[in-house]
């Protein structure tokens, strides 16, 4: 069949947005007719190679939409059915899985930069394949994926809203909550106040934390934080140290959680420097693929206790989080209409990412 989806071609090129073939769905597989999706910055760093997929590709990773045809041997799932698509498949049988560490699945590790589970690709034009970002591919109106990778949730789910947790949602919200491990009483600051960022505010929210400090260098984000938690805001580190400190007694945070729009060496000797004793940095945000070198103390880091921790998907399991973050949202105690600053059509794609470069978007999301 035909869809219309956006496809990055080259490095540093704009995304275009055309018709293409798409195959039916194979065995294990099942195809979508997505709903929305979010722009997230992982996107924009196929453009850049920070993350070095093969192209082409077809972008887009956090969606959520109904499902119109199911592959032969799938039986948990049926047509019209809504799902949130994930973009870590998980085996369930692996050592990670089994010990319920699914986002570090060995088999979406080593599926996710690549065609699908039996090795060909579902999105070919101009005469090649095209690849799926993640496996998923949701700048497309349709896409099919594994069924791995969706997560089925409730008739009347808001789709467009349930869109972001297939990312960035469950990322941010994943990285305070089980990653920094934030508890009730607790200080946290948040490096970057952007579609991560803003969750993780909240994750840390409503796990109960005392004092939760967005640090960003744009005026609008630092007011946005204050909608989704934060207690205060900084425009740099140094200015959220004062902060920190003197809300802490000289005792430091207890979290820092870096969701940088890129995360750089360079940020670690700050956010190590905002943590007190036994203080954990997660670093959420993806870094450049060459970048070897991490600033800090390593004398504050045994004397104190500190800790460095990565955060993939916010340590969450989809299959799990998802659902009980869509209770969260029933319930009132999860924003998420407020995170969508703007919709946009597909063919608006590349406006969108203007957008979120200039600091101008929490959240872009393409309505189909």
């Given at each position: 069949?035909?869809?219309?989806?956006?496809?990055?071609?080259?490095?540093?090129?704009?995304?275009?947005?055309?018709?293409?073939?798409?195959?039916?769905?194979?065995?294990?597989?099942?195809?979508?007719?997505?709903?929305?999706?979010?722009?997230?910055?992982?996107?924009?760093?196929?453009?850049?190679?920070?993350?070095?997929?093969?192209?082409?590709?077809?972008?887009?990773?956090?969606?959520?939409?109904?499902?119109?045809?199911?592959?032969?041997?799938?039986?948990?799932?049926?047509?019209?059915?809504?799902?949130?698509?994930?973009?870590?498949?998980?085996?369930?049988?692996?050592?990670?899985c089994a010990r319920g560490m699914t986002n570090l699945c060995e088999l979406g590790a080593a599926v996710m930069m690549g065609p699908q589970l039996d090795g060909t690709h579902r999105f070919h034009a101009r005469g090649e394949d095209v690849g799926q970002m993640c496996l998923l591919g949701t700048f497309s109106e349709y896409t099919v994926v594994p069924v791995a990778s969706v997560v089925k949730v409730d008739e009347g789910t808001a789709?467009?809203?349930?869109?972001?947790?297939?990312?960035?949602?469950?990322?941010?919200?994943?990285?305070s909550v089980r990653t920094a491990e934030v508890q009730a009483?607790?200080?946290?600051?948040?490096?970057?106040?952007?579609?991560?960022?803003?969750?993780?505010?909240?994750?840390?929210?409503?796990?109960?934390?005392?004092?939760?400090?967005?640090?960003?260098?744009?005026?609008?984000?630092?007011?946005?934080?204050?909608?989704?938690?934060?207690?205060?805001?900084?425009?740099?580190?140094?200015?959220?140290?004062?902060?920190?400190?003197e809300l802490t007694r000289g005792r430091l945070a207890d979290a820092c959680i870096v969701t940088t729009g890129v995360a750089e060496g360079a940020y670690t000797a700050p956010a190590l420097a905002l943590v007190g004793k036994r203080g954990r940095v997660v670093i959420t945000a993806i870094g450049h693929p060459e970048e070897q070198t991490l600033t800090g103390s390593l004398l504050e880091m045994t004397l104190y206790e500190k800790q460095i921790r990565g955060a993939l998907y916010?340590?969450?399991?989809?299959?799990?989080?998802?659902?009980?973050?869509?209770e969260l949202y029933n319930s009132g105690q999860l924003k998420l209409d407020e995170l969508i600053t703007r919709e946009y059509h597909l063919e608006e794609v590349n406006e969108g990412y203007d957008d979120m470069r200039a600091g101008r978007n929490v959240r872009g999301l393409i309505r189909f």
């Open positions: 069949m035909k869809t219309k989806a956006a496809v990055l071609w080259g490095l540093g090129q704009k995304w275009e947005v055309e018709e293409i073939d798409l195959d039916p769905p194979g065995p294990g597989e099942v195809m979508v007719k997505l709903t929305a999706s979010g722009l997230c910055h992982s996107d924009e760093h196929l453009v850049t190679g920070d993350l070095p997929f093969p192209l082409p590709v077809v972008g887009g990773h956090e969606g959520a939409g109904t499902i119109v045809e199911v592959g032969p041997g799938v039986e948990d799932l049926a047509e019209d059915d809504p799902v949130v698509l994930t973009f870590l498949p998980a085996c369930g049988r692996c050592s990670y789709l467009d809203k349930a869109a972001l947790i297939g990312c960035g949602v469950t990322t941010g919200f994943g990285s009483g607790d200080t946290v600051v948040v490096l970057g106040a952007g579609g991560i960022g803003m969750n993780a505010i909240q994750g840390a929210r409503i796990a109960g934390a005392r004092c939760i400090v967005a640090v960003d260098p744009v005026e609008y984000k630092r007011e946005r934080a204050r909608e989704f938690g934060a207690t205060h805001v900084a425009e740099s580190a140094d200015a959220a140290w004062e902060i920190v400190s916010g340590s969450s399991n989809a299959q799990h989080d998802i659902p009980r973050l869509l």
